[in-house]
């Protein structure tokens, strides 16, 4: 029986605050994202988003999480806040992705009817492709999760990210069903809104583990 040979990343979104940046930090996690979308009740100004990465050490990436913003505008705040990549959760099409300067996580969301083959076109465009779960109205966020096993096979377009209620409970079975380079999580580590749980972020990272040692 072989083991998994690559280990999954996590990504802690939604973070409002450096003591939950730094708790994410000490968790484990591998990235860390800021929302910078008015709507969002997550949402973060530049400023506070600096503040809230001015400690993150070396070798954490840093996101920053975009909807239909325009383009000069994402790059300014790209640069500003150093950021390692950023999250486009929008119809931001192929175009607008290869003008980013720095690389391109694109998210697609899935609901009923969803079709993979409207990842293609990002092929060659994005560093990633992450899977969200479909409400209208909201741009993630919303801890609903979409049933992973009843995805048709994906296209290899970019390394797979999966989102959407995720939380300690479940997201060994995320990763068991689609083998996902990364898993990102929010809401399933707070204890409120805007407020990240520290023994969440730990129990958080602990089941990825877990989930990656299973025997294949």
């Known amino acids: 029986m072989a083991m998994r040979s ?12 450096a003591a939950d940046a730094r708790s994410a930090v000490r968790a484990g996690a591998d990235a860390l994202g800021v929302i910078l979308v008015p709507e969002s009740r997550r949402h973060v100004t530049p400023d506070e988003a600096a503040a809230i990465y001015a400690d993150v ?9 975009f909807v239909d913003a325009p383009a000069d505008e994402v790059a300014d705040v790209a640069r500003r806040l150093h950021l390692s990549a950023v999250q486009l959760h929008g119809s931001e099409s192929p175009e607008y992705c290869a003008s980013m300067p720095v690389p391109v996580v694109k998210v697609f969301r899935v609901g009923k009817g969803f079709d993979p083959s409207s990842m293609e076109p990002y092929r060659g465009v994005v560093a990633g492709a992450l899977l969200d779960t479909l409400v ?11 049933a992973w096993e ?9 390394p797979l990210i999966v989102a959407g209620g995720l939380r300690p409970t479940n997201v060994g079975v995320a990763i068991r069903a ?11 580590v707070e204890e409120r809104p805007r407020h990240k749980d520290s023994y969440r972020l730990a129990a ?6 877990a989930a990656d040692e299973i025997e294949e």
């Open 6 to 17: 690559l280990r999954t990343r996590v990504k802690v979104c939604g973070l409002c605050s």
């Open 57 to 65: 050490p070396p070798f954490v990436a840093r996101l920053g999480v």
């Open 136 to 146: 209208d109205g909201i741009h993630g966020g919303t801890g609903r999760a979409f």
């Open 150 to 158: 009843d995805l048709s096979p994906l296209p290899a377009i970019a």
């Open 178 to 188: 689609l083998r996902p380079f990364a898993v990102d999580v929010s809401s399933g």
């Open 204 to 209: 958080f990272v602990s089941a990825v583990g």
